[in-house]
């Protein structure tokens, strides 16, 4: 039986089933000019400051990448709107999700994440139920600890899913808007 609760907002909302993976901490949306898209955000809603960082491999390492060992580049944003992570993300290089979904639909959400404790035991449980990774690779922050897994949803969830194991400590980013 589905209840509801107060939300922060004031409004209510439904109260899900727990699934073992936790709350959607982020929103990833793919842009194809980030500062730009920041100062639209920040300017439009509000929504920062936003700290920028230069992502890729290297630092990140193992990526697989439809399976394959692969390389990228990618310039990310994040801030948050209330509990909600926003991740801006422009695609700069080499072999990733990121170039196929603005290859495929221009600028837009392109996957919810959810961050997890520990990325092993959702990962094999996901892949148990079918579902394909995408984009997967280790290495991030300045601890380099983190990690991530990206699983085709989008015939279920409309969307792309990714799961993050994050960094004890983040890196320390290009810049801040504003």
């Known amino acids: 039986m589905l209840t509801t609760s107060k939300l922060a907002s004031g409004g209510e909302g439904l109260v899900l089933p727990d699934f073992g993976l936790g709350r959607i901490g982020h929103l990833g949306i793919v842009v194809r000019d980030i500062k730009a898209s920041i100062e639209t955000y920040w300017g439009t809603l509000g929504i920062g400051p936003w ?21 990228y580049r990618v310039r990310l944003a994040l801030a ?27 600028e837009g959400v392109e996957h919810i994440g959810i961050f997890v404790p520990n990325l092993d035991e959702p990962l094999a449980r996901l892949r148990g139920q079918g579902l394909t990774v995408l984009q997967s690779a280790e ?30 400590q983040r890196a320390t980013p290009e810049y801040t808007y504003p």
């Open 51 to 71: 700290k920028v960082y230069l992502n890729g491999s290297p630092p990140i390492r193992n990526v697989i990448y439809h399976g394959r060992p692969a390389s």
């Open 80 to 106: 948050h709107s209330d509990s909600l992570m926003v991740e801006l993300i422009e695609y700069l290089e080499g072999d990733t999700i990121h170039r196929d979904f603005l290859t495929t639909h221009g």
């Open 139 to 168: 290495g991030l922050g300045a601890s380099g600890d983190g990690r991530y897994a990206y699983f085709d949803t989008r015939s279920t969830l409309g969307t792309i899913l990714e799961l993050v194991q994050a960094a004890t």
